[in-house]
């Protein structure tokens, strides 16, 4: 005896069929919840609560010798619960979403309509299949209708409890997915924030050498960032990519920053192939790189080395940017505060993808220069499902 909500939909029609070979086979049939069709859950509850109460009642009658009649004094009882109940239901679905106390107020005023109803029926059979002659009155008839309060409000409580239920578990899923979408558009927030800061300082970089007269130089560089930003814009703003993947975008952007310091930036990878499949959302490494040029490349003449290597640890990927440049702290902490973007947008990005399953570290080597540690879950591409 469940609920059945005012835009109940239909049950579902029959598994579609396709051909394989030279006969048809049926599609593999998935478990479907019993409450995705609130209108077919309704009325299997409803059928098999009355048939319940039939086959329970009608076993009492024989096993006490009430005869045949008894059966059908049954039977018209079930037909007239099952009416009654279907009238309450109708009426229900309109109180449900209606303030409580009202809902609670009416509902007992239809129950004690409907055990009223019941009962008088229940009477008239009795005294005209079991017992003719007989009119119960007083006591016989209060006990009868204190009988039928009580199923018709164990009924209600039922209906109104699944309803209760539903109505919550919809709130809850709604809640999900608007948090889901908040989430993803904080995520593409920070993502695009890295396209115009990435493109101010290398359009900066061009312009230098344009300055300085060197066009060939400015031209090759140009080339190149139409070549990284083609790449990088092929992937929307919330999607994850392979490690091997963001180490091919890093080897592009390298590429247009060697123009600049050539000899004096000295970029080197050392990816573990049990890490190269694993996703970690797009353009997460570039700011670190950024930042060590900014940080340790520029400021030497001799320029620095720029280590970057990931490594598969358990269920954990293990990413460490490091450079061998000065590796002051000030350094670092002007590069979090210069334009808001760096390392606070890759601390947001973690944060936003993986919660407390993700770590970010920053110290300094005891030899020299600066070393950042990411650690998030191994996760792998999604595969398709087979057709």
């Known amino acids: 005896m469940s609920s059945v909500s005012s835009n109940a939909i ?15 086979k049926p599609f593999s049939l998935r478990r479907q919840p019993f409450f995705d069709d609130k209108n077919r859950a309704f009325w299997i509850l409803q059928s098999c609560g009355w048939a319940g109460y039939f086959l329970l009642r009608t076993l009492s009658g024989i096993a006490n010798a009430m005869g045949w009649e008894f059966v059908l004094h049954t039977a018209l009882l079930t037909a007239t619960g099952y009416s009654i109940t279907l009238l309450m239901a109708a009426m229900y679905r309109r109180l449900i979403r209606i303030r409580p106390i009202l809902t609670w107020i009416v509902s007992v005023g239809i129950v004690v309509l409907a055990s009223a109803i019941f009962s008088a ?45 539903l109505i919550l578990e919809e709130q809850t899923d709604r809640l999900l997915r608007l948090e889901h979408q908040a989430s993803a558009a904080q995520l593409a927030m920070l993502r695009y924030q890295l396209n115009p800061h990435f493109l101010f300082n290398t359009l900066n970089s061009i312009s230098t050498l344009v300055l300085l007269k060197q066009t060939e130089q400015a031209n090759a560089m140009l080339s190149r960032l139409s070549s990284f930003l083609r790449y990088t ?96 702290e000030d350094h670092w902490v002007k590069a979090q505060q210069s334009t808001g973007v760096g390392l606070a947008n890759i601390r947001d990005r973690l944060s936003q993808a993986y919660g407390a399953e993700q770590r970010f570290d920053t110290e300094s080597n005891k030899e020299g220069g600066f070393r950042v540690t990411i650690e998030i879950p191994y996760q792998l591409e999604v595969a398709e499902e087979p057709k």
């Open 233 to 328: 814009l092929i992937n929307e703003p919330t999607a994850q990519v392979t490690v091997a993947q963001e180490v091919e975008t890093l080897k592009l952007y390298l590429e247009i920053e060697k123009m600049r310091f050539e000899e004096r930036l000295r970029p080197r990878f050392e990816i573990d192939p049990a890490a190269s499949k694993a996703r970690l959302p797009s353009l997460l490494l570039q700011p670190l790189v950024e930042n060590a040029i900014k940080y340790a490349v520029t400021p030497s003449e001799e320029g620095a080395d720029i280590d970057i290597s990931a490594r598969r640890a358990g269920d954990k990927v293990v990413i460490v940017v490091s450079d061998t440049g000065p590796g002051a």
């Open 121 to 165: 029926i229940e009477t008239w059979s009795w005294a005209t299949f079991l017992s003719p002659g007989s009119r119960p009155e007083g006591v016989q008839f209060f006990g009868s209708i204190l009988l039928t309060f009580s199923l018709l409000v164990a009924w209600s409580a039922l209906y109104y409890s699944i309803n209760y239920y």
């Open 10 to 24: 239909q049950a579902a029609s029959p598994p579609p069929r396709r051909r394989e070979g030279k006969g048809w």
